[in-house]
């Protein structure tokens, strides 16, 4: 496992084989929360996994503060490590950033897989909504946000096995960073914007989310034309790490799918 030492608009993590492969993490996570992933998919794909600015070892960098331009760093991005045209990989509030990607960009996407994601911010099922965690950010600080949040990806919750490596990585988020993800996710809404996508898309959700749920993606997959939708048995949100085989199996038999 490398770790890109070249000034980069963005931290990666980086296994190389390939075709490119981009593993986006959601809001508090670090791109160290994908090694399973990496590892699994690493025989097949160049496997590369940012880290947003503002999270992880990219905590000195200043945030993005929009769906927007989070996309256009990750074409920035592309542009750095001289890709061409790369698959891509979006977990939660990143899968707000790859359908941005579908939409302004989608001559640069392979395929795409939408992961624990839906249209926009579930209003109803998440486990308490953006503006609290917001202000649990600021009233709390940023390791009392990383118990809260973490705890809420796995179905056994704190009895998790991966559940305190989470919170370490999430606690590593800046407060402002996180607090801008948030806002930025706030607002943003899919709904009747991705019919003329022709990219190949899978939607994949654990039958546990706490923070989508089934429903929204469902209606995920129906607003793009060719899209697919796997929802995993006995996950939560970070079904990568719940169930990391099966989760490889299903993301590397869609990306190798003719």
Not at 119 to 127: E, I, K, M, N, P
Request: glycine residues 8%; contains cysteine; negative net charge.
């Amino acid at each position: 496992m490398t770790r890109s030492t070249v000034r980069l608009p963005m931290t990666v993590l980086r296994r190389a084989t390939s075709p490119p492969l981009l593993l986006l993490h959601g809001f508090c996570a670090a791109a160290a929360g994908w090694l399973p992933t990496m590892e699994r998919l690493a025989g097949n794909f160049d496997v590369i996994a940012p880290e947003w600015p503002g999270f992880g070892t990219s905590v000195e960098r200043a945030p993005c503060t929009s769906i927007d331009a989070m996309a256009e760093r990750v074409i920035a991005l592309a542009d750095a490590l001289c890709l061409g045209r790369f698959h891509v990989l979006g977990h939660s509030m990143s899968g707000f950033v790859v359908q941005q990607l579908l939409l302004r960009h989608p001559q640069r996407i392979g395929k795409a897989v939408l992961y624990g994601a839906g249209l926009l911010t579930s209003r109803d099922g998440r486990f308490e909504t953006l503006q609290a965690t917001i202000e649990r950010l600021r009233r709390e600080g940023v390791h009392a946000t990383a118990r809260k949040v973490c705890a809420t990806w796995f179905v056994e919750q704190e009895r998790a096995a991966s559940y305190a490596a989470c919170v370490d990585q999430g606690a590593g988020m800046d407060a402002e960073a996180g607090i801008a993800a948030l806002t930025a996710c706030e607002t943003i809404d899919f709904s009747d914007r991705l019919g003329g996508v022709d990219n190949e898309v899978l939607v994949i959700l654990g039958d546990r989310d706490r923070t989508f749920r089934v429903g929204d993606a469902v209606q995920l997959a129906a607003a793009l034309p060719n899209a697919s939708l796997c929802v995993l048995p006995g996950c939560a949100h970070a079904a990568h790490l719940e169930q990391p085989e099966l989760f490889g199996q299903v993301v590397d038999g869609f990306l190798n799918s003719l």
